[in-house]
């Protein structure tokens, strides 16, 4: 039996007067995934708890059939795993986006999209300044960095207690409530005070100021958690697996399962992604494992920006070149299963995530189709079929 998950991130959503009244799911053509729904069930999952942040990395952990509430220890620790970075026990790791800060205002979470080589020049520098033995900054891919303390044999000042923010969640709002606060937080509010000195005149921001690029003003730390401890998912459900993203949460997340991660040229996770290539590459993966994921960030990031325009593109996009491809070739295997699921509702009103249900369909071997016709937000809201505890969707969709 070969099994396809497709993740179009954030695409839940509330209707939109820009799109008649319709959620993005409902104005997108996407005949791939309504086949899906077709041939299949529709129902409804919840990855976000809610005594856990509405993130991509607690959703995805869930989607992927890890309670969120044992397994969960924060987002860092993952993108770690993705850059080959091990941690110790009195280790924590820390999310550290770069970002455009204008009078206490998150004007851009993105920094708007620096490059990576833009930003490992700025990585470069606050660790030059501010980094040492203990304290460690990675350059990452574009805005998406990392720092790392290392406790030693002396744990770091860190706990569950500490409270961050995800810049994401503050996009056009004052920050002046949000920075750090908890065990630790000094030092995190040290480290961005100084990067805000460390930056004001740095080439790399005097470079973008006169191309009318927004600069880089400081580092937003955030995210922060100490090792995970998860259980291979070939020890939890038997099966192989394979990722296809171009985010390190997923690739991190994937590394500390034990599945294969596959990089695919052209994949950005932005909007101006390779959609047909991760269709291909998926594709040719199910000759060699019995689970592929492929993630697709370009929905998430229309919704930040709210653009629901793009939102209903990318869904078309992916709909096109990566569902209905997938399907079509795990039909050619024989018995198989396809599920097509967001991880987490991102409202374009609010431009971040939220707690909530998601929309999922899902076909194949065993599964008996009911009456829905379309893969929709409405069509989802009608089912009989919910997960409260969306991971354990997982379980349902490889018949276990």
């Known amino acids: 039996m070969k099994y ?11 209707p939109q007067e820009s799109l008649g009244g319709k959620t993005p799911l409902q104005a997108a053509n996407v005949p791939a995934m309504d086949a899906v729904a077709t041939e299949g069930v529709v129902g409804r999952a919840n990855h976000t708890p809610v005594a856990l942040p509405a993130g991509s990395d607690t959703a ?3 989607l992927l059939g890890y309670d969120p509430l044992k397994d969960f220890t924060g987002r860092a620790p993952l993108e770690a795993a993705a850059m080959g970075i091990q941690l110790g026990p009195n280790d924590w790791a820390i999310r550290c986006n770069l970002v455009t800060v204008e009078n206490q205002v998150m004007k851009s979470f993105t920094a708007g999209h620096i490059s990576s080589d833009e930003a490992a020049a700025l990585m470069a520098t606050v660790q030059e300044s501010l980094g040492g033995p203990q304290l460690r900054f990675y350059p990452g891919v574009s805005y998406r960095n990392l720092l790392i303390d290392r406790g030693g044999d002396h744990p770091a000042p860190f706990s569950r207690d500490t409270r961050t923010t995800p810049p994401h969640d503050l996009t056009d709002q004052s920050v002046l ?29 005097t470079a973008r100021r006169q191309a009318g690029k927004p600069p880089a003003t ?19 459900y038997g099966k192989r697996g394979a990722m296809i993203t171009a985010v390190d949460l997923l690739r991190g997340l994937a590394s500390l399962i034990g599945w294969r991660r596959i990089d695919v040229p052209g994949a950005t996770g932005y909007l101006d992604t390779d959609y047909a290539a991760k269709g291909r590459y998926a594709c040719e993966a199910l ?12 929905t998430d990031e229309a919704s930040h920006e709210g653009n629901a325009a ?8 992916i709909s096109r070149h990566i569902v209905g491809p997938v399907h079509a070739a795990l039909k050619q295997f024989g018995d198989y299963r396809i599920l097509v699921t967001p991880d987490h509702p991102t409202p374009l ?34 089912s009989s079929l919910v997960f409260s505890e969306g991971w354990r969707l997982m379980g349902q969709f490889l018949g276990q």
């Not at 580092?219 to 939890?236: E, Q, R």
């Not at 000759?287 to 370009?298: M, P, Q, T, Y």
């Not at 609010?350 to 008996?368: C, E, L, Y």
């Open 349 to 382: 009103r609010t431009k971040t995530h939220s707690h909530g249900d998601v929309p999922f369909a899902m076909a194949g071997r065993g599964i008996q189709p009911d009456a829905a016709t379309a893969y929709d937000d409405p069509t989802a809201g009608r």
């Open 177 to 205: 409530d949000d920075y750090p606060r908890g065990p630790g937080s000094d030092l995190l509010n040290h480290l961005m005070s100084e990067s805000v000195r460390l930056f004001a005149d740095h080439p790399v921001n």
């Open 60 to 62: 995805n952990l869930s």
């Open 4 to 14: 396809a998950i497709i993740i179009p991130d954030g695409c839940a959503d509330e």
């Open 218 to 236: 400081n580092v937003w730390l955030w995210g922060l958690g100490s090792a995970p401890k998860l259980k291979p998912f070939a020890d939890l």
């Open 310 to 317: 793009a939102k209903v593109a990318a869904l078309e996009q």
């Open 287 to 298: 000759k060699d494992v019995d689970v592929v994921c492929v993630h697709v960030e370009a």
